[in-house]
């Protein structure tokens, strides 16, 4: 038997085992592991490196408009060809629905914006902000049907946020089609009440984001979305999860045996309220929700991640550039916190970040690394095994590791349309060297080797975690 790649001896890693292998790789897929394999019309010596499922990066802002006069950095392709270069095969951006558009039409929208441009395979979770009958009864129901598996709701921002009304009409749904539900988990009211507040006196500055956005606010909501979870039954994944209250209330849950998932995101390990206070206006470089805390906050996401509260590891890429138009300035360098664009990005230093901090220093597994970052992330959104593993059958998206080099971040390697990284300066040890997604060399030693496009839609299957915790098991396949 022949191949159209062989990846020879380097070490393999999935969620579970580290194992010495060759990846033999043909029609874009795994389809064998094992030494001796016969001869690939391509090979690749990986001896000295690690052979890791690309990235699943299930959390990514690409070319969302904002209803304001700021505008994303990166559309589709450089917002992929970011990812790709950082060890991530696959993105799960979101389709955000407006208020009084239907779901079809701003599903139709996103495809448009992607046509002929991402460089990796994506699939799309959809944002609901307007649950009508018409969303409820048949839209929302048929695009689940066609692929579209995970959704996300928010319990803040005026232009997206539900009510607890809506949220439970939403989750009724999740529940009988089979969907996971992405929360946003931050008390609307306690945020306005806090900002109206500062900016009474005076308190506008970056810094104050992080004040306006408090711990107790994301813990109410926390809890709150777990409490509407439970009364419907069904599951749910509260997202970009960012220090001690809202884990407390999330080990609460998963404690009384509820099916309740969560993911962090690197801000969450790597920046602190403090970076949202630099001088001048620097700090709105880091301005994203919920706000980055302190140390021991760090420290309890750390230990959210290696002892199991968190299933993902994501980016919440959502770039805004520094100077350029658009960006973090849009409204003037003065501009209170409140008219500064929320998010940051970090789709090509996720995996990077949390490689060299937590399986360099020992902290983590390299398995654990695998399952939060890739394995997981498929399972929760319908696309495993195809993506997040290296078995036979699956899709041949690898990232082929160097776990020695030592690499500073700094915004002039990254590959993103941002001006600026919130973490330039960190030292990393360990950095992907070669992509490869269905088994072609997306990027290899820093050069972009696939076309715009290339990339295809994943409809997505019904996710596994989302079912309810006393719905039948499916079939086995066999
Ligand atoms: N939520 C996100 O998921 N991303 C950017 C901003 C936000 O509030
Ligand atoms: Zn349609
Ligand atoms: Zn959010
Ligand atoms: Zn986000």
């Known amino acids: 038997m022949d191949f159209d790649l062989v990846i020879r001896n380097g070490t393999v890693a999935t969620a579970s085992d580290v194992f010495k292998a060759d990846v033999g790789v043909r029609d874009g897929k795994v389809a064998a592991l094992g030494s001796g394999l016969a001869a690939g019309r391509e090979e690749i010596d990986a001896a000295g490196l690690l052979v890791l499922p ?18 994303m950095a990166d559309d589709f392709l450089s917002g992929t060809r970011s990812a790709a270069f950082g060890g991530t095969t696959t993105v799960l951006p979101f389709a955000c629905q407006q208020k009084g558009q239907s779901l079809h039409a701003a599903v139709e929208d996103y495809h448009r914006r992607a046509a002929g441009k991402p460089v990796i395979d994506y699939a ?37 946020k539900l009510n607890d009304r809506q949220i439970l ?4 749904i999740a529940r009988s089609e089979g969907a996971m539900v992405m929360m946003h988990a931050e008390n609307a009211d306690c945020i306005a009440w806090l900002t109206e507040r500062l900016e009474r006196a005076g308190q506008t500055a970056p810094f104050f984001h992080g004040v306006s956005r408090p711990r107790v606010a994301e813990r109410e909501a ?16 509260i997202v970009h999860v960012s220090g001690a209250d809202a884990v407390e209330q999330i080990r609460w849950a998963q404690g009384r045996g509820l ?19 630099g001088e001048g206006f ?71 970040l949390l490689f060299s901090a937590g399986v360099m220093t020992g902290r983590m597994e390299l398995t654990k690394f695998v399952e939060l970052t890739a394995t997981n992330p498929a399972r929760m959104y319908g696309l495993h095994p195809r993506k997040g593993t290296i078995a036979v059958g699956s899709d041949a998206d690898i990232a ?25 300066g960190i030292e990393v040890t360990g950095w992907p060297v070669v992509t490869l997604s269905r088994g072609e060399v997306v990027c290899r030693d820093g050069a972009l080797l696939a076309a715009p496009g290339r990339g295809s839609f994943l409809p997505c299957g019904l996710p596994a975690p989302a079912r309810p915790k006393g719905a039948p098991a499916p079939a086995l396949p066999f």
Request: net charge negative; with cysteine; hydrophobic share 35%.
């Open 54 to 71: 690309g990235g699943v990066d299930g959390h990514v802002h690409f070319d969302q408009p904002t209803g304001d006069a700021s505008v």
């Open 124 to 160: 799309f979770h959809l944002i609901v902000t307007d649950p009508t009958e018409q969303v409820l009864g048949q839209e929302l129901p048929a695009l689940i049907r066609d692929g579209y598996t995970s959704f996300k709701i928010y319990m803040t921002y005026d232009a997206l």
């Open 169 to 172: 009409e939403v989750l009724d």
């Open 222 to 237: 926390t809890h709150r979305a777990i409490s509407l979870a439970e009364l419907v039954d069904v599951p749910i994944l």
């Open 259 to 277: 099916r309740i998932y969560a993911e962090t995101c690197p801000q969450y390990l790597f920046l602190t309220a403090d970076d949202l206070g």
């Open 282 to 352: 620097e700090g709105a470089k880091c301005i994203c929700s919920p706000p980055p805390r302190d140390a021991a906050n760090q420290q309890v996401i750390w230990d959210g991640l290696t002892g199991g509260t968190f299933q993902v590891f994501s980016s919440d890429h959502a770039p805004f550039r520094f100077d350029g138009p658009g960006g973090k300035k849009v409204n003037g360098e003065k501009a209170p916190f409140r008219c500064v664009p929320n998010g940051i990005p970090g789709v090509e230093t996720r995996l990077p």
């Open 400 to 424: 082929l590791w160097d776990p020695a080099r030592k690499v500073t971040i700094s915004n002039a390697i990254l590959h993103h349309d941002v001006d600026y990284t919130p973490y330039e």
